[in-house]
């Protein structure tokens, strides 16, 4: 294969395997159990609106 | 204090706030990849749910609520930090917490070397990569979180790409798919213990 169709190969590529990389870096942490702390400070939130 | 809302919400249209459920993940993923420091995300996300909570007036029924909430997320956070002024970056924690699992050994790029990367770009750089490499935004809703141009999100996010791949010597024109480069990406990483 040529230089050119190398490079591009591997232009894509790079990019590809960052793409990779970062949705795993960033699906790690979305598939975390989200803190019960959010949930009861949603609560918290919604109980203070309606106890009018 | 607080003064009673002057409309009730009507029955058709959902209250964004019943949402909010949905997007505590997302908030969490991404306040992550900003902080890269649990106990520091979770302080983002906690102020982030409290702010929208309390100006989900200004929530437009029918637009991007994960795109609001992202808004409101990396604005607290940048005013958080330059407030602070002094960074406490502390990457080491997180790595020992979340990387031993499963590295990716197939001569591939490494999931370790591209954490130490990841950790060292600008919150600024992994910001762009993650809301465009793999929160699923488009551009558009990238440009519309971070409040800039289209074109500064391309341009923002190819420069961070091309920061990462120097960080991680990977150069345009490098077969880095092939076998050849397991043995610099050893050499690279033995080198960043040493200088570490």
């Known amino acids: 294969m040529t230089n050119d169709m190398a490079d591009d190969k ?22 975390e159990d989200v803190p019960d702390r959010f949930k009861d400070l949603l609560a918290q939130l919604r109980a203070k609106e309606g106890g009018k | ?21 949905e997007h505590l993940q997302a908030l969490r ?23 929208a909570w309390s100006n989900i007036e200004k ?45 990716a050994h197939d001569g591939r790029l490494a999931m370790n070397d591209f954490m130490v990367a990841f950790d060292k ?29 289209v074109g500064t999100v391309k341009s923002r996010a190819n420069r961070a790409r091309a920061r990462l791949s120097e960080m991680l010597h990977l150069e345009e024109g490098e077969d880095i798919m092939g076998n050849m480069d397991a043995t610099s990406l050893a050499a690279m990483s033995n080198s960043g213990t040493n200088a570490a």
Do not use: C
Request: glycine letters at 2%; a neutral charge; hydrophobic letters at 35%.
């Open chain 1, 10 to 31: 591997s232009k894509a590529s790079i990019k590809e395997q960052i793409n990779q990389n970062l949705k795993r870096v960033y699906d790690q942490a979305l598939n």
């Open chain 2, 1 to 21: 204090m607080s003064s009673p809302s002057s409309t009730t919400p009507t029955a058709e249209l959902r209250d964004p706030r019943d949402e909010l459920p």
């Open chain 2, 121 to 149: 770009l600008s919150p600024e750089h992994r910001e762009v990569l993650i809301l465009v490499g793999a929160s699923g935004f488009s551009y558009e809703e990238a440009a519309e979180t971070m409040n800039v141009a």
């Open chain 2, 59 to 103: 929530f437009q029924v029918g637009t991007n609520l994960r795109a609001w909430l992202f808004t409101i997320l990396r604005n607290t956070f940048y005013s958080d930090r330059r407030k602070r002024k002094r960074e406490v970056p502390d990457p080491e924690g997180i790595h020992a917490a979340t990387l031993s699992e499963k590295p």
């Open chain 2, 29 to 51: 993923a991404f306040a992550m990849s900003l902080t890269r420091n649990s106990a520091q995300a979770d302080d983002l996300v906690q102020d982030t749910i409290v702010k």
